[in-house]
């Protein structure tokens, strides 16, 4: 694990533990998806942050002036310290880290579920509910189309990759039967 990415988790915690106090976790972290979202479709923003060039004070006036009003005092007074401590860089891994605590906390995972078709609504619905009964959290789905799939679906949580494609049947009865043929 890289030294950023220990530092981020640290400063994702921190905020978590001050979002729990304030019984404002969920806000915080919409405030933060906000944030995110803004840095990513104005790339001078985002640009003007990495500026090694740009004083710390510049930076922080930067945030003031984008942010301001949109978010906390507690999410303004995060992106104030990272860039006071030189680590703005770190603000996309520090709200991913940050949405990972507070879900884990809240009882709530995401789902990406791959399909080789569009699902409906009530599709999506039905798998969510599925893995919230297996996982016991309450699952937030999101449908990725892919064509390599011959057909079913796999579903990702976390770390956790369960296959239930064609492919993925196919795979496993090929290594059985392999392992039965070494006998």
């Given at each position: 694990m890289s030294q950023d990415t220990i530092v981020a988790k640290?400063?994702?915690k921190a905020l978590f533990e001050i979002a729990k106090e304030q019984n404002k976790v969920a806000a915080v972290g919409e405030e933060l998806s906000k944030v995110g979202a803004t840095l990513k479709q104005n790339a001078e923003i985002k640009a003007l942050l990495s500026n090694p060039g740009l004083s710390a004070d510049?930076?922080?006036g930067l945030i003031r002036t984008v942010f301001d009003r949109q978010v906390s005092e507690?999410?303004?007074n995060t992106l104030l310290l990272l860039?006071?401590?030189g680590r703005i860089d770190l603000l996309q891994a520090m709200i991913g880290y940050?949405?990972?605590i507070s879900s884990e906390a809240l009882g709530q995972a995401s789902a990406t579920v791959y399909t080789p078709v569009a699902l409906s609504e009530a599709e999506l619905s039905k798998i969510a509910a599925t893995f919230s009964q297996l996982t016991g959290k309450q699952i937030r789905v999101e449908s990725v189309l892919d064509k390599s799939l011959l057909g079913g679906i796999q579903v990702r949580i976390g770390d956790r990759l369960y296959d239930g494609s064609l492919s993925g049947k196919l795979q496993r009865l090929q290594k059985s039967l392999n392992t039965s043929q070494a006998l």
């Amino acid at each position: 694990m890289s030294q950023d990415t220990i530092v981020a988790k640290r400063y994702a915690k921190a905020l978590f533990e001050i979002a729990k106090e304030q019984n404002k976790v969920a806000a915080v972290g919409e405030e933060l998806s906000k944030v995110g979202a803004t840095l990513k479709q104005n790339a001078e923003i985002k640009a003007l942050l990495s500026n090694p060039g740009l004083s710390a004070d510049s930076k922080a006036g930067l945030i003031r002036t984008v942010f301001d009003r949109q978010v906390s005092e507690t999410v303004l007074n995060t992106l104030l310290l990272l860039v006071d401590k030189g680590r703005i860089d770190l603000l996309q891994a520090m709200i991913g880290y940050f949405e990972t605590i507070s879900s884990e906390a809240l009882g709530q995972a995401s789902a990406t579920v791959y399909t080789p078709v569009a699902l409906s609504e009530a599709e999506l619905s039905k798998i969510a509910a599925t893995f919230s009964q297996l996982t016991g959290k309450q699952i937030r789905v999101e449908s990725v189309l892919d064509k390599s799939l011959l057909g079913g679906i796999q579903v990702r949580i976390g770390d956790r990759l369960y296959d239930g494609s064609l492919s993925g049947k196919l795979q496993r009865l090929q290594k059985s039967l392999n392992t039965s043929q070494a006998l």
